[in-house]
């Protein structure tokens, strides 16, 4: 396989747009509509969120996305792997990159919000090998049968 390369992204590609698309996809159909909170094209161009996307050479492998919630405070958003590259620790480098501009940033604790069942399995598994842990809900979230936010205390 190539080198792994994760590169701030603009959205203005095909590629990633799609990516994008497929994952607002995967959300409604695995979430109830109103806890769909993966955001659209144009809200992860907000001044606030740094998106990120990671090539294979020049094949789109995933994605990703950092938003600001305060000073000491960022959440993690749009984190998605193209069919193609999943099993292949694309999610994870991902993660990592996310985490290490969180550290940058000087943020001191990272969160996340998700939903539960076996699509979003993968995922917290992931987080959860990571670090992150359940937590009670953060920004504008409300927990329930269906929602859970999980954060990550940074050193």
């Known amino acids: 396989m190539a080198e792994l390369s994760i590169i701030e992204d603009d959205l203005s590609g095909e590629a990633i747009r799609s990516l994008v698309a497929v994952h607002l996809s ?3 159909a695995n979430s109830p509509a109103c806890k769909v909170h993966a955001l659209p094209v144009e809200k992860l161009r907000d001044p606030g969120v740094t998106f990120y996307s990671a090539w294979v050479g020049e094949a789109l492998a995933g994605m990703g996305a950092i938003r600001e919630l305060d000073e000491a405070h960022g ?4 984190m998605r792997v ?4 999943l099993g292949k ?3 994870e480098a991902m993660l990592l990159h996310l985490l290490s501009v ?3 940033r000087g ?5 996340l919000e ?3 069942g076996a699509a979003f ?4 598994g992931l987080y959860r090998k990571h670090g992150f842990s359940n937590c009670e809900a953060f920004a504008d979230y409300v927990l329930d049968d269906f929602s859970q936010c999980l954060t990550l205390e940074l050193d």
């Open 89 to 91: 620790k694309i999610g």
């Open 82 to 85: 193209a069919s193609d590259w």
């Open 114 to 116: 998700t939903g539960q």
């Open 75 to 78: 959440e993690l958003k749009s």
């Open 121 to 124: 399995e993968p995922a917290l």
């Open 26 to 28: 995967g959300m409604h």
């Open 102 to 104: 969180a550290r940058q």
């Open 107 to 111: 943020y001191r604790r990272v969160s």
